[in-house]
């Protein structure tokens, strides 16, 4: 770690060569990513993609004259020198990662590259007495922020505002289809499901341990079921419910998060405190639920609230009539 700490280069130290250099390896980096994101937008969203298309064209011209620029003060050899050499310097959030998040933040992420570069160059600028260095950043300072213009100006052409709305609504859309409805599925299904097994154990018993090691194992099981349910269940292509590893992954995790919310309380040792804060548990976690089909799915409050509290109430009605006989 330390070494690792020690090899980087401080932007201090860096020659003018070098900053050159940089600049060009961080455009061709950029670009590179505005063609990925418009690959990935391609299908589902095509005047997104194709702002990014310009874009990434906008980041070749940029790479374009910085290498003239280099050629023309210090030759055609142009050294190796990335962001990940330079302790301190930006970072760009992995691809995948963004892409995973949707359009808007994929929309957000470009913004901050830009504004990335602006800062680098302006700051590269300030820190130089030579009057040809300063000039040269300066000048390249002005170069991303007109960028930033041009990016604007690529949204005006390629993205009106019917063609956001649009795509906003289409986003949105695959977001529900994608993480809310397996989701709040499984949230359902992990809430309800569980509620006999554990106030059972617990009436039964009168162990907290016992009663939480149990809502442990329901839970958990419940998830590893519904995940593999969910993603087994449609491979997205056709329904365009999107990745089916996505939708179990929201599946599982939120059905082993219904049922842990009242298995934890047992951690307490005391049985009836334990059992007093586990039925408020699950009060709010009925009437959460309500709200979210409400908020998301459009339920209508009435029918989310005979599905979900009545089920609810039945199924630990249920749990504690067979413990407790």
């Not at 170069?143 to 041009?150: I, L, Q, R, V």
């Not at 509620?195 to 839970?219: K, Q, Y």
């Amino acid at each position: 770690m330390i070494f690792g700490a020690t090899s980087r280069r401080r932007f201090s130290d860096l020659s003018e060569q070098e900053i050159i250099a940089l600049a060009i390896s961080s455009e061709e980096d950029d670009a590179r990513i505005y063609r990925l994101y418009a690959e990935y937008l391609r299908d589902e969203y095509p005047d997104s993609a194709k702002v990014f298309d310009g874009m990434a064209i906008e980041e070749d011209t940029h790479r374009s004259r910085l290498i003239d620029l280099h050629k023309a003060r210090f030759g055609n050899v142009i050294p190796l020198l990335r962001r990940e050499h330079v302790a301190g310097f930006y970072a760009r959030s992995p691809v995948w990662l963004i892409e995973n998040l949707g359009l808007e933040r994929i929309r957000d992420e470009a913004a901050k590259m830009e504004a990335d570069a602006e800062a680098f160059y302006t700051k590269a600028a300030s820190k130089t007495t030579d009057a040809d260095t300063r000039k040269l950043l300066g000048s390249l300072a002005a170069e991303e922020a007109g960028h930033k213009a041009a990016a604007h100006a690529l949204k005006v052409r390629h993205l009106d505002n019917d063609a956001r709305d649009n795509e906003d609504r289409t986003a949105h859309r695959q977001f529900i289809l994608t993480w809310v409805q397996p989701g709040l599925a499984g949230l359902m299904d992990g809430s309800v499901s569980t509620l006999a097994p554990i106030f059972a154990t617990a009436f039964a018993t009168h162990n907290t341990w016992t009663t939480f090691l149990v809502g442990l194992a329901a839970s958990i099981g419940a998830g590893i079921s519904m995940g593999f349910t969910e993603a087994a269940s449609d491979d997205g292509e056709l329904s365009g419910r999107g990745s089916p590893v996505k939708r179990g992954f929201a599946s599982g995790v939120m059905t082993t998060i219904g049922g842990l919310g009242h298995a934890m309380p047992y951690l307490i040792t005391d049985f009836w405190t334990a059992t007093s804060i586990a039925i408020m548990v699950v009060f709010v976690e009925l009437w959460a639920i309500v709200w979210l089909q409400y908020r998301f799915m459009q339920t209508p409050i009435m029918r989310a609230t005979f599905q979900v509290v009545l089920g609810g109430v039945l199924v630990f009605a249920a749990g504690v009539l067979i413990g407790g006989g």
